[in-house]
């Protein structure tokens, strides 16, 4: 398990167990499997449908970096990511729940899943956002906030950006 974060608000000081941690909050975040998928979808499913078939995005939670975390033992935001190609993560939902965010929760989940990603040899992120699919609330653009977090846009169509990130150079 990775550990922690510049703003610490997911904040990992007292490991309950192996691979999972729980701050004095009461939230705890560990990496996801597919066993966690009813629970994504359920948080997810106040915002959005989920685009993916479901036994894909199941298999991308057992074998790709993820996070979950959960406070006082309910599901509160996620990150889950697929392959993209050789040496490319992509993120492919990241998700907080609206009475969590600003806290810095977004930021410590990317933070986590690039250390993971690293760790397991992947160079780059990759990520387009979800601001031109329906949705049941209104939602700024993340721009800045991918921006805020070291991605560059390297795309623009329309409400859909693509977003990439260098985590290391190998030739
Ligand atoms: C985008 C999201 C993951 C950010 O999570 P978070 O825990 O609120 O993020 P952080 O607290 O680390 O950072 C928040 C800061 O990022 C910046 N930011 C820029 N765009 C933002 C956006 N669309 N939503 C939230 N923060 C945004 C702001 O500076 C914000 O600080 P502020 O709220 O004080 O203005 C969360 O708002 C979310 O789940 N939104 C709905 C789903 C979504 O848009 N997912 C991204 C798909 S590409």
Redesign the pocket.
Same mark, same amino acid.
């Given at each position: 398990m990775p550990e922690s974060t510049s703003h610490g608000t997911i904040g990992i000081h007292h490991p309950a167990r192996p691979g999972e941690c729980m701050p004095p909050s009461g939230r705890a975040h560990r990496r996801l499997a597919s066993g966690d998928l009813g629970e994504v979808l359920g948080l997810y499913a106040a915002?959005r449908d989920v685009s993916a078939a479901h036994d894909d995005v199941a298999r991308w939670l057992d074998v790709y970096p993820s996070v979950g975390v959960w406070e006082h033992g309910a599901l509160v935001a996620f990150c889950y990511t697929q392959r993209n190609a050789p040496g490319i993560l992509e993120i492919d939902n990241?998700?907080?729940a609206p009475s969590h965010?600003?806290?810095?929760?977004? *930021?410590d989940m990317l933070r986590l899943v690039e250390s993971a990603a690293l760790a397991e040899g992947y160079q780059g992120l990759f990520?387009t956002? *979800?601001l031109g699919l329906p949705a049941r609330e209104v939602?700024?653009?993340?721009?800045?906030?991918y921006v805020?977090n070291g991605y560059t846009v390297v795309l623009r169509c329309g409400p859909t950006l693509a977003f990439v990130k260098q985590l290391s150079i190998t030739d």
């Open positions: 915002y990241l998700y907080v965010r600003s806290h810095g929760i977004g *930021a990520l956002n *979800a939602r700024r653009s993340p721009e800045t906030f805020d």
